[in-house]
């Protein structure tokens, strides 16, 4: 007999792929009828380097296109066969009495058993995409600057951090959802959003270090510079870091990270050596606008707000028969979490849509707060270089941007700086 709340689930799973699918394809059709540069970016990317970025964008979409249909196609063959598997072989191993975790009880050791075969699925199935990105597609087109020895060295160090993060956040996960308060899901909520706030506490300080090499800002001019626009604003930012980004990429970044004390201002190597000082004070300027504006707070409700409609559905859903359709398991621990989380991700899209509109917002923000700090020149120019050196789509499709861009295209942002009146 036909399960049809089984079909229900994967039709919806699958229509949500697709249209992930679609969206890409969409955008690059569109963008690749454009062939010549905006007129607003002719002073600055040529002919030929407007030709690159169409051939980017071009091979940077068929490798998403290709890794999501492929990972899609590994979530179909879990869902309908190996993620029962993974339950019962956890079952087996933490029931058995020579089991070797007899540190954990038997429930636990379920979860960790189970939660390890599915995180090497997931490593290994990522692992070939995750090499030919950046040993080839981004080496291709000069961004990879990443050798076999920093690759290795960066995958241990992150498959050591996801063991021990992971670990601990399991245990209070479930510690939490077998803890027989009937409001499970609002403590879960509360948990998870703790954990999101003592990352952003620990990335900068603990974590971003095992990976890059921290140096204060040497050079005394931009300091200076950097330092004004701190006095100006009444700001404290005492940490102003430079990162050797160029060690792994030539993409430019520049960020705020940490909460506190361990707040950092940090620029990459590649964005100091790519622009002049007048364009990285418009960028820093940018930043310090999230800051000033209360876009990083906003930012973190609004991420709460998500993480609390996500537990509730959770709640609603996991023991419905939409989610027990494709399994039988009294003893099944983790099966109800797993379908539920990749059901609701199937809406993953419609939370981008709203994100990124948010987001998209801010960013207008800051530009308007970094342009009225410093002056429009410098910042257009700054987001023309950015455009040029990461090797941008001046000309994405605009429902492709509406649900995958947190930040608006660089001639839009451009046009809409232009409108500023500066007092």
Request: charged share 20%; with cysteine; hydrophobic share 45%.
């Amino acid at each position: 007999m036909i399960n049809m709340y089984k079909i229900i689930y994967l039709l919806i799973f699958l229509l949500s792929k697709g249209w992930e699918t679609f969206l890409y394809y969409l955008n690059l059709k569109h963008s690749l009828k454009e062939d010549k540069v905006p007129d607003i970016f002719k002073d600055t990317i040529s002919e030929e380097e407007f030709k690159e970025s169409k051939n980017y964008l071009k091979d940077k979409t068929k490798f998403i296109i290709t890794e999501t249909i492929f990972k899609t196609v590994i979530t179909l063959v879990g869902l309908i066969y190996l993620f029962p598997l993974f339950e019962k072989k956890a079952i087996k191993v933490a029931y058995s009495s020579n089991n070797g975790f007899i540190i954990f009880n038997s429930g636990f050791t379920q979860i960790i058993i189970f939660f390890l075969f599915l995180g090497i699925l997931y490593f290994l199935s990522n692992l070939p995409f995750d090499i030919y990105d950046s040993f080839y597609l981004e080496k291709k087109y000069g961004f990879s600057k990443i050798n076999l020895k920093t690759y290795l060295s960066d995958k241990i160090k992150t498959i050591i951090i996801s063991i021990i993060l992971g670990f601990l956040f399991l245990f209070g996960f479930f510690k939490i959802i077998f803890s027989g308060f009937n409001y499970w899901w609002l403590s879960l909520s509360i948990f998870i959003i703790a954990v999101i706030f003592l990352i952003n506490i620990i990335f900068p300080t603990l974590l971003l270090p095992l990976f890059y090499k921290f140096e204060k800002l040497s050079n005394d001019s931009l300091r200076k510079k950097i330092e004004d626009i701190i006095k100006k604003t009444n700001s404290k930012f005492e940490n102003i870091y430079v990162i050797n980004a160029s060690s792994r990429s030539s993409h430019t970044n520049a960020f705020f990270s940490g909460i506190g004390k361990t707040k950092k201002i940090v620029f990459y190597d590649t964005l100091i050596n790519n622009h002049t000082e007048e364009e990285i004070a418009s960028i820093f300027s940018h930043e310090l606008g999230h800051y000033k504006k209360g876009h990083i707070v906003k930012s973190f409700f609004l991420s709460s707000f998500i993480v609390f409609f996500i537990m509730f559905l959770l709640n609603f859903l996991k023991n419905s028969a939409l989610i027990n359709s494709f399994y039988a398991c009294s003893m099944c621990i983790n099966l109800p979490y797993v379908y539920t989380f990749i059901f609701i991700s199937s809406f993953s899209s419609l939370f981008e849509l709203i994100a990124n509109s948010i987001s998209r917002k801010f960013e207008f923000e800051a530009d308007e707060y970094a342009v009225k700090l410093t002056n429009k020149n410098s910042m257009i120019e700054s987001l023309k270089k950015l455009s040029k050196t990461n090797l941008s789509n001046l000309n994405p499709h605009p429902l492709f941007s509406k649900f995958k861009y947190n930040h608006p295209p660089p001639v839009e942002r451009i046009e809409a700086i232009l409108k500023i009146n500066k007092p």
